[in-house]
């Protein structure tokens, strides 16, 4: 893919962070792994990039609340992108100790102002977040309720989807109304980023 795409107005400074995370991941996967291994050749097109394209579909200030960052996709992708003069807070949560371990350290080296909260979803308290954003958690419904407990009215939660979005979308109904945005991702073609807003229990 032509990271062009994503990354066109980023300054030197902010790809430069990028590519420093990039080097952060590969050498913490070997111990915890952060990416899958047939992934760790690819961490720049499967995971930076794949994150930094929902960056844009997001309100321009307010809390970013990223759940189950594991390695920062795409919470901590964000905070960088956001750290070249963005007005968000960034709040990441993981169950998994050594992944936020991971993450504290890559936001300490990279200078970002980034909470992390080494806790399980369900055990944190209400954020009142203007984003939640989630990949690779869980199915739509599940983490619709994520989004119900933490966003405040008006927020909007962003979920990079694979190729049975359609089906989640569906089943979700069943028992949450919504309005839907698609964004086909560019990075996987039968990916897609689903954006949602003004949600209630069906
Ligand atoms: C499949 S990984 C995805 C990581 C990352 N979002 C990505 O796209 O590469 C799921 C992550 O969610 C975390 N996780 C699973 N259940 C969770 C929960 N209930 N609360 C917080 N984190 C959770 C796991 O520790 C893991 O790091």
Redesign the pocket.
């Known amino acids: 893919m032509n990271e062009d795409i994503c990354l066109s107005n980023v300054s030197r400074e902010t790809f430069a962070r990028l590519k420093t995370f990039e080097g952060l991941v590969a050498k913490w996967t070997k111990r915890i792994n952060?990416?899958s291994k047939s992934d760790s050749a690819e961490i720049w097109q499967r995971?930076i990039l794949?994150?930094a394209q929902i960056f844009d579909l997001a309100p321009r200030e307010g809390l970013w609340l990223?759940?189950?960052?594991?390695?920062?996709?795409?919470?901590l992708v964000c905070a960088i992108l956001d750290a070249d003069g963005g007005r968000r807070e960034f709040a990441l949560?993981?169950?998994?100790q050594r992944?936020c371990a991971f993450l504290r350290s890559a936001a300490r080296e990279l200078d970002l102002n980034v909470k992390v909260y080494a806790?399980?979803?369900?055990?944190?308290p209400a954020q009142g977040a203007a984003v939640l954003s989630?990949?690779?958690?869980?199915p739509l419904d599940t983490l619709l309720g994520f989004a119900e407990r933490h966003l405040d009215p008006g927020g909007v939660a962003l979920f990079?989807k694979g190729a049975r979005w359609e089906k989640e979308v569906d089943e979700a109904r069943n028992q949450w109304s919504y309005d839907l945005k698609t964004t086909t991702s560019l990075t996987n073609p039968d990916a897609t980023i689903l954006r949602i807003t003004e949600l209630t229990r069906a």
């Open positions: 952060l990416v995971h794949d994150s990223d759940i189950g960052s594991g390695g920062g996709f795409p919470g949560v993981d169950s998994d992944k806790e399980r979803i369900e055990e944190l989630a990949r690779a958690l869980g990079p």
